[in-house]
DNA sequence: ATGAAAGCGCTAACAA
DNA sequence: TTGTTAGCGCTTTCAT
């Protein structure tokens, strides 16, 4: 492992001092011409490339910013985070990835990196904002963060998300126009996540509005969800559900398959909403009803905000941004085929 | 902007060296219980924490992958990095990321980025292995690299991959076997990608064989496929497929739905078999019949080599990993029902 | 067990 | 237009 070719070789080898090396490869003062050429004849014959690592101790700038979600399995996240990429390289900055798989230990770990490699700045979407001590650890520091997905409810920070509960209310609301009654809610662990709880304080505030009694949220694991048995279960006998409401779409996905595997027509006996917008949804069939977070543009605010209060200190900013529920096949009106 | 707490701070405090205070820090040597406590008091009293940046100029080693992948969009390559991230993080590397867009031109940018940040090693996957302009950049280095799911064809540096072109040849030859001989291919741009080359290949193999003549390949764009208007095109007429091999599963899904929507019944009317073996694939209704890419151990596979390489000098080495046919619903029988 | 000191590769202020 | 110089924050010999 020989070691790379430094400023001081090639100013050395052009007959220059190293500043005006310096001023040469960054364009940041005047250079003769004679010395650019010769500058550049030594940095492409010798493959020299300035050392970034030198740089960055010098300005005390990374230019990188870390970015933490609970995984890229769920495209919601895999979306957010093309945006954040997306964004930062246009901006001139990196990404340093982190997924959590919604352990909290491996959130506080991720900021942890994140913060001993001095990144300009973070943008992360954690299991739950309220008790999260991931967040207290950034409070302690003065990096500034985004929050992204996660509701918003101290300040002191920027974040970007939509209104869970208000979707899910209206989304179960919807349900509950057309007719549906027993309606199931199907969720991965509560305790890991903030916007699942909200989800569901949105369905359960349609059904009270209504004056109907909550058939019951079923609690599933999150990664590779499998609610077969649960739903299969929940599914037998006469009063059964006639529509779900999943939590997220990746749920909602699962729900459908252990729905028709047990013989079940969608829509035709039951109705499934699911949450999140996946693009795929829309390819499937019946495409799926759900409520559409706009997760790349959310990663994209994240990235050019962040960006905006590191290098112009724009102040910290909370965005709600609206989701919009998509009309997909998986949802009918109640008939006489429920019984 | 205030400045960070720095060693320089801490010793001062402590009463001792800054030498003392790094031993402390890294357990690198022998320190006295009294100058350890006197430490660790001004550490939690002052939130310090070591420099990165500082750390790593000074070892010459930023502990830090560089991952370039086309998308994060199509779960194969959100698959790949999930794995690559984990086995990072576990042998403490940590995972900078950038995304091509199957452009060559960024695929060369990120490389550039990476470099000029001195990642310790990098895992790409790039459009097209052969005519690599990023791949040509970094054998000019003496950065070690993993290649992922690209075919490998030169030797001199690391891959893992399966074999496209046989996996191809299987699926459209089990199609044949079915009784199918109107096979049309989709396929993304074919310049874009080299796997796809090697699968049309494995494809009109499998048809020349048979001596089958070709229905037609079918390039559509990559990103947001809507292969809608040219396979309902191609389907119109008589003589149109029964059966469509797709270069991707999100190629077969698109596809999938363009067919359902222009009437046609899946696998009843038409086949459709996809390439890539995404998890979604199996919960799609019918499921999809692929050729399945192990893309988390692939991701795995590359971090667990590249870190070997890096740290125990463990020699360039290629892998071509098993793929396996998953038996979906998408596909069936050639019957009277095809005219 | 500890500290002094050198230096990693760079930028930027300053002087020339 | 150029060069000198002083660090940025750390690790790591080498003495003590």
Same mark, same amino acid.
């Given at each position: 492992?020989?070691?790379?070719?430094?400023?001081?070789?090639?100013?050395?080898?052009?007959?220059?001092?190293?500043?005006?090396?310096?001023?040469?490869?960054?364009?940041?003062?005047?250079?003769?011409?004679?010395?650019?050429?010769?500058?550049? +004849?030594?940095?492409?014959?010798?493959?020299?490339?300035?050392?970034?690592? %030198?740089?960055?101790?010098?300005?005390?700038?990374?230019?990188?910013?870390?970015?933490?979600?609970?995984?890229? +399995?769920?495209?919601?996240?895999?979306?957010?985070?093309?945006?954040?990429?997306?964004?930062?390289?246009?901006?001139?900055?990196?990404?340093?990835?982190?997924?959590?798989?919604?352990?909290?230990? +491996?959130?506080?770990?991720?900021?942890?990196?994140?913060?001993?490699?001095?990144?300009?700045?973070?943008?992360?979407?954690?299991?739950?904002?309220?008790?999260?001590?991931?967040?207290?650890?950034?409070?302690?520091?003065?990096?500034?963060?985004?929050?992204?997905?996660?509701?918003?409810?101290?300040?002191?920070?920027?974040?970007?998300?939509?209104?869970?509960?208000?979707?899910?209310?209206?989304?179960?609301?919807?349900?509950?126009?057309?007719?549906?009654?027993?309606?199931?809610? @199907?969720?991965?662990?509560?305790?890991?996540?903030?916007?699942?709880?909200?989800?569901?304080?949105?369905?359960?505030?349609?059904?009270?509005?209504? %004056?109907? +009694?909550?058939?019951?949220?079923?609690?599933?694991?999150?990664?590779?969800?499998?609610?077969?048995?649960?739903?299969?279960?929940?599914?037998?006998?006469?009063?059964?559900?006639?529509?779900?409401?999943?939590?997220?779409?990746?749920?909602? @996905?699962?729900?459908?398959?252990?729905?028709?595997?047990?013989?079940?027509?969608?829509?035709?006996?039951?109705?499934?909403?699911?949450?999140?917008?996946?693009?795929?949804?829309?390819?499937?069939?019946?495409?799926?009803?759900? !409520?559409?977070?706009?997760?790349?543009?959310? %990663?994209?605010?994240?990235?050019?905000?962040?960006?905006?209060?590191?290098?112009?200190?724009?102040?910290?900013?909370?965005?709600?941004?609206?989701?919009?529920?998509?009309?997909?096949?998986?949802?009918?009106?109640?008939? !006489?085929?429920?019984?």
């Amino acid at each position: 492992m020989k070691k790379d070719v430094t400023i001081k070789e090639v100013a050395q080898r052009a007959g220059v001092s190293i500043a005006t090396v310096s001023r040469a490869m960054n364009d940041s003062g005047p250079v003769s011409s004679e010395a650019r050429q010769a500058i550049l +004849k030594v940095v492409s014959s010798s493959g020299f490339r300035l050392n970034g690592i %030198g740089r960055q101790l010098k300005t005390a700038r990374s230019h990188t910013i870390g970015v933490l979600v609970p995984s890229l +399995k769920n495209p919601i996240f895999a979306d957010a985070v093309t945006g954040i990429e997306h964004a930062a390289e246009q901006s001139g900055y990196r990404v340093l990835l982190a997924s959590s798989r919604y352990d909290t230990n +491996k959130e506080v770990s991720a900021v942890e990196t994140f913060l001993i490699n001095r990144v300009d700045g973070l943008i992360l979407t954690v299991a739950d904002e309220k008790n999260s001590q991931a967040l207290q650890l950034l409070g302690t520091t003065k990096s500034p963060f985004v929050l992204m997905f996660n509701p918003c409810n101290q300040t002191g920070y920027s974040s970007v998300s939509i209104d869970n509960r208000l979707a899910a209310f209206e989304l179960v609301s919807a349900l509950i126009n057309r007719g549906h009654r027993r309606i199931a809610m @199907i969720v991965g662990k509560l305790s890991d996540s903030d916007r699942s709880v909200e989800r569901s304080a949105g369905y359960e505030e349609a059904l009270r509005k209504n %004056g109907i +009694k909550p058939v019951g949220v079923i609690e599933v694991g999150f990664e590779n969800p499998d609610p077969g048995t649960q739903i299969a279960e929940l599914n037998r006998g006469l009063r059964s559900p006639t529509a779900y409401f999943c939590s997220t779409d990746m749920l909602a @996905i699962s729900t459908i398959r252990a729905l028709v595997q047990s013989g079940k027509k969608i829509p035709d006996d039951v109705s499934v909403v699911g949450f999140d917008g996946i693009t795929i949804g829309e390819c499937l069939i019946p495409s799926l009803a759900t !409520a559409v977070q706009p997760a790349e543009e959310m %990663g994209v605010w994240a990235a050019r905000h962040l960006v905006a209060r590191i290098d112009k200190g724009e102040s910290v900013s909370n965005l709600v941004l609206p989701y919009r529920i998509r009309q997909g096949e998986s949802w009918g009106r109640l008939t !006489a085929n429920h019984l």
